[in-house]
């Protein structure tokens, strides 16, 4: 199972899945690591869910997702803050050591004032996830998203603000859904690893066609993300973490989710 030492699974991938019966499959695959979705753990109290963890030997890699800053109301703004603040305590009780941060946007003002507000609430929180020993990464998302998901595109953009803001507690995510498209994604990995901001890279495929921009990503080798380029950038970068596979696809929760993490196992030996 020594190829299988840096897979990571996401929680969402497998979505079908309750958190413990999850937590099995990945360990009876050899899978080590797992990153989890906030809503996978539900109402189960933390210190269970760490129980769970420890009792199939599986490292918790990230927590998903704080972030959504922006909103024209200064209240809900401040509920932002609370939630994530919130979240940075979850992760630490289920043992994550990072959380992954989607920016957010909002349609009713502009990709600036969405940006400074980003930066503001990224500010406000630091304290809080320094205090309990916990990394924030920004994830850039696809330009397709940036009317109400994420004011923050590009591998540049992350680390512009990660670099503006100068915390050893902030870094930047690599998703390759979100970012293999962009001509100067070499660079800014590259950029990213020297200031030792890069904290995940997130493994999955673009499908082509794509029938649901949000519910329909690929199995790695589906679809047309070169993904041994993108993981040898990463590694030129220095990044020796996991690499976490998030697949949000309506077609794969449909399916035998056993036989899907097989698929997921085979794939990550093929293709990356």
Sequence with gaps: MEVLDRLCVHTITTKPLGFAEACRAYAERGIRGITIWRDAVGEIPRDEAWDILRHYS????AYCRGGFFPDPDPDRRKLAIEDNVKMIDEAAAVGAPLLVLVCGAHPGQSLETSR??????????????????????????HPMYANDRSAINTMKQANDLTEAIGSPALGVAVDVYHVWWDPALREEILRCGMNGHL???????????TSHFLLDRGLMGEGCIDLPQIRS???????????EVEIFSERWWAADQEEFLDRIVEAYQQYC
């Design 199 to 209: 904290f995940a890279f997130h493994l999955c495929d673009w499908l082509t066609p």
């Design 58 to 61: 599986l490292q918790p890699v």
């Design 233 to 243: 950038w990463v590694e030129e970068a220095g990044f020796d973490g996991f690499h």
């Design 116 to 141: 400074t507000q980003i930066r503001e609430g990224i500010e406000t929180i630091l304290p809080a996830a320094r205090q309990a020993g916990i990394r924030l990464a920004i994830e850039p998302l």
